[in-house]
């Protein structure tokens, strides 16, 4: 049997896969319109793009008890029968290419506690981790509901879109006004139309990224991928800004860390560390990061230049929910900033 790929993520600390061949895309969890007259593991729907889509709790379809939605939270969209669905889960890991042999599709109930296994296909056994892999068509139960709460929507979309604010009151009661902002912004940004899109030519996609309590801009269109450092070898006698190496997948990944060139302070990077894997012509780099936000469209009119010094890898700032989002020249770092990315030395 030929091999298939499947996304994996986390749902209460479990390791979950879903058939990558469903998946349109994925993005931070943005503010939600609830619907009071929806099952309890839809927690709203989102404008996409002039698309309404509903969200189901994979958590809650599982049967786990409700948990607050945090910031770092995502929603996978997928695609089934021509319906946009969105999935809730915890954390996005990795596509994994599992091979038939290491799945089981008979001894569930040991160990799945707690786990409703109605909705698992199989388990998957990869090195250390156990992956639940979870039957895309039964998950979407009742698919004329589904049809039937988009079209009610649709006729009262004027009215609802007044309602966000219950979002917060029953899936994000702690959410302080900062987090309730940035909810708010990812919402703008994913509702804003395809023409807009089109037709909006100086936008520019930048990956926003925290190293400490600053806020960074990352081009997106040099990232791979973000993910967490899983594994990590010490490489002697080499600089300081390079880390180690990391098996992402049978690649070999070089960790540069950039922090000093951009005369941040240092703290030390660990298996658990977050990172974002950047391509830079032919050089793959992966960066270490403390923190992963979301990806915002700012307007190429809106970065504003600095000058030449110790901002000198720096396109510019721009503003970023009342706070100043500084935009990194990736190019300029690896190109012209005397780093070695070299994993010989």
């Known amino acids: 049997m030929k091999n298939k790929e499947y996304l994996t993520f986390r749902i209460h600390n479990l390791l979950y896969g879903i058939d990558a061949d469903v998946i349109q895309e994925m993005f931070p969890l943005p503010e939600l319109i609830p619907i009071t007259e929806a099952p309890s593991d839809i927690i709203g729907i989102l404008l996409l793009r002039e698309q309404i889509v509903p969200i189901v709790h994979i958590g809650v379809l599982l049967d786990y008890p409700l948990k607050d939605c945090q910031l770092s939270d995502y929603v996978i969209v997928v695609l089934w029968k021509g319906l946009q669905i969105g999935l809730l889960v915890h954390e996005v890991n990795q596509v994994l290419e599992l091979d038939a042999t290491v799945i089981e599709q008979e001894t569930f109930f040991g160990l799945i506690n707690h786990v409703n296994a109605a909705f698992i296909a199989g388990i ?59 909810f708010k912004q990812r919402a703008d940004n994913l509702r804003q139309s395809v023409q807009d899109l089109k037709f909006t030519t100086n936008l520019i996609p930048l990956a926003v990224i925290g190293f400490g309590k600053e806020y960074f801009g990352f081009e997106l269109e040099l990232i791979q991928e973000f993910t967490d450092i899983r594994n990590l070898t010490p490489i002697p006698c080499c600089p300081k800004h390079i880390i180690g190496n990391m098996n992402l997948r049978g690649e070999i990944i070089t960790l540069v860390d950039i922090r000093n060139i951009l005369n941040l302070s240092i703290t030390p990077v660990k298996v658990g560390s977050k990172a974002v894997v950047v391509q830079i012509d032919d050089i793959v780099a ?29 396109l510019g700032t721009a503003p970023f929910q009342e706070k100043t989002l500084s935009v990194i020249d990736l190019r300029k770092i690896f190109i012209n900033g005397e780093l070695e990315v070299n994993e010989e030395v």
């Open 124 to 182: 998957a056994k990869v090195k250390s981790d156990t992956i639940l892999l979870l039957n895309f068509e039964k998950l979407i139960r009742q698919p004329d509901a589904l049809v039937t709460l988009i079209w009610d929507a649709e006729s009262q979309l004027d009215r609802i879109t007044a309602f966000t604010s219950f979002f917060y009151d029953l899936y994000c009661p702690n959410a302080t006004s900062e987090e309730r902002a940035i």
């Open 286 to 314: 992966g960066l270490p990061v403390d923190q992963v936000f979301e990806v915002v469209y700012i307007n190429s009119a809106e970065i504003i230049p600095l000058p030449t010094g110790n901002k000198q890898y720096l």
